[in-house]
C-alpha cells in the first residue's frame, strides 16, 4: 500500500484508489495530481491500496477487498490483512474512494449514513446520481470508515473513467478547502436513491439486461432475461449496477427515489 501525504502531516481528507486491482481510474487520477502537485490548503493523504493487484491486472488476489472491511491483521487472506491496515491508517478521515464499474459508463456516488461531513460535499460533485447503500454496506470500507464517499467513475478500464476520476477528485477537493472550489453554479442537484434489494439471477449460458441504469422500470415490465427467460417487475424500481455480467449471482439492486441531494436535510427529520 502507498501513501503520500500532501499539504501537511495531519491529514483529515483521505483519496483512495486501486481498491481494486483491474480498476485502475483512481489510481490514474491519483498519479496526475502527484506528478504535479497543486499547492494544499488542507493535508491530504493519497493511498494507492492493492499494489499487488494491480500489478497483476485482478480485481483481488484472495478475497473482494471491498467485501473484506474493517479487516484483521493477522487474517488468513492477503485483502482482510490489507483492509485492516487500510482501516487503520484511514482513521476518520473524510475519504473519497475511486471505482469504476460494468454496468454505466456515467457516474455517481455512494454513501452510507450521511453526515455533516459527508453531504456537503455531495452536493458539490458533478455525478448524474447519489445512491445511499443502506443495508448493503457488505464489508465495504463504509463499515471500517463511515465517512466514506465511493464514486463511480465509468466504464471499467476506460479513458474516460480516468477524465471522470481526475475530474471528481479535484471536485472532491474543492469542496472540503484543500484547493480553491470548482465553480458549479446553476448545476442542477443530482437525484438521491436508496438501495432496496438484489436482483437475483439464475444460472444461465447467457444474460441480458433491458433496463437503463437509474431510470424507472414499471410494474410488469421485463427488464432482463437468463437466456430466453425473461424477468419481470413484481414493483416499480429504479435499477443500480444493472449489467448482465457484473456480478455472478445477482443482476444488480432496486432502488427507491429519495428526491435529490439538496433534500438530505429535510429527508433525515
Do not use: W
Not at 437509474?214 to 444493472?242: C, H, I, K, T
Request: charged share 25%.
Amino acid at each position: 500500500m502507498r501513501v503520500e501525504c500532501l499539504g501537511g502531516t495531519e491529514p483529515e481528507l483521505a483519496v483512495v484508489g486501486g481498491i481494486h486491482g483491474d480498476e485502475p481510474c483512481g489510481v490514474n487520477a491519483i498519479e496526475r495530481i502527484l506528478a504535479d502537485p497543486p499547492a494544499f490548503e488542507r493535508a491530504v493523504q493519497f493511498i494507492i491500496v492493492n499494489e499487488e493487484a494491480i500489478e497483476a491486472d485482478k480485481r483481488y488476489l484472495e478475497k473482494d477487498l471491498n467485501r473484506a472491511f474493517p479487516g484483521d491483521p493477522d487474517g488468513p487472506t492477503h485483502e482482510s490483512r490489507l483492509a485492516a491496515k487500510l482501516t487503520e491508517q484511514l482513521g476518520d478521515c473524510l475519504t473519497f474512494s475511486m471505482h469504476s464499474t460494468q454496468s454505466y459508463d456515467g457516474t455517481f456516488a455512494l454513501i452510507h449514513e450521511p453526515d455533516d461531513r459527508v453531504t456537503p460535499v455531495l452536493k458539490q460533485l458533478s455525478v448524474d446520481a447519489v445512491v445511499d447503500v443502506g443495508s448493503h454496506s457488505d464489508g465495504r470500507l463504509f463499515d471500517a470508515v463511515p465517512t466514506t464517499i465511493e464514486v463511480e467513475c465509468g466504464y471499467q478500464g476506460s479513458e474516460q473513467a480516468t477524465e471522470n476520476a481526475s475530474r471528481l477528485v479535484r471536485e472532491f477537493l474543492g469542496a472540503t478547502g484543500a484547493l480553491p472550489p470548482v465553480d458549479r453554479a446553476g448545476a442542477e442537484p443530482a437525484p438521491l436513491f436508496r438501495l432496496d434489494r438484489q436482483i437475483p439471477k439464475d444460472k444461465a449460458s447467457s444474460y441480458s439486461v433491458y433496463a437503463s441504469n437509474f431510470e424507472l422500470v414499471a410494474a410488469g415490465e421485463p427488464f432482463a432475461a437468463a437466456d430466453n427467460r425473461e424477468v419481470s417487475a413484481d414493483e416499480p424500481f429504479y435499477p443500480v449496477l444493472m449489467s448482465p455480467y457484473g456480478y455472478e449471482a445477482v443482476f444488480g439492486y432496486t432502488a427507491q427515489r429519495l428526491g435529490t441531494v439538496d433534500e438530505f436535510d429535510k429527508l433525515a427529520e
